[in-house]
């Protein structure tokens, strides 16, 4: 996905290398151990690139969760379903959990190495919020859809369901399922 619509095709091309390369390198040995050499390396480009590209090592990262971003985006907006459209609300709000805890390997540790703040402010944590909202409305569930929206969200943040793999010992899986019984209770009609 080019960062613009106004993108040279060469530069297109070579920001996709650099972005994939970092994130092969997060997969293998976390965010923190990802650096513009390494980066340029798997690339096969030189490090100015990378630097003339990102900026620096935060830009990178920003990037990174950038791509994330719009991929799910899309899957949910256009891909098949259950995530996208065409299953029924709580089975759409279901695989949109199970999707989003299948990309916290990188995100999780590329969030704290973007340095960013005020994420719970930004477009990206906007877009999924209220796609998660409209979700909840079409399912029916009772009470305060926005507040219900970030309570949900929030079990799905990086660094928390990180913590629970890494050191609460807990599985992907079993995350994914705790996810679903959350929702399943929540769009559950009042009084059952």
């Known amino acids: 996905m080019p960062g613009s619509s106004h993108e040279r095709s060469d530069a297109a091309r070579n920001r996709q290398l650099l972005l994939d390369a970092a994130e092969q390198l997060v997969r293998q040995c976390g965010a923190d151990g990802v650096t513009m050499d390494a980066v340029a390396k798997l690339a096969g480009v030189g490090k100015g690139t990378v630097f003339r590209r990102f900026g620096n090592r935060a830009g990178l990262m920003l990037a990174l969760l950038d791509q994330s971003d719009q991929k799910l985006q899309w899957a949910y907006m256009f891909g098949p379903p259950p995530l996208g459209p065409g299953a029924a609300p709580v089975e759409r709000l279901i695989a949109f959990g199970r999707a989003r805890l299948a990309l916290v390997e990188v995100e999780g540790d590329v969030r704290k190495n973007a340095d960013i703040g005020g994420q719970y402010s930004g477009p990206p944590y906007n877009i999924a919020k209220t796609h998660v909202a409209l979700l909840l409305r079409q399912a029916g569930a009772p009470g305060d859809i926005s507040l219900t929206a ?12 990180l913590h629970q793999i890494r050191e609460l010992r807990y599985t992907l899986d079993q995350v994914g399922d705790h996810w679903e019984h959350l929702v399943r209770q929540v769009t559950a009609p009042v009084g059952q």
């Open 150 to 161: 970030d309570t949900l969200l929030a079990s799905l943040d990086a660094g928390l369901v």
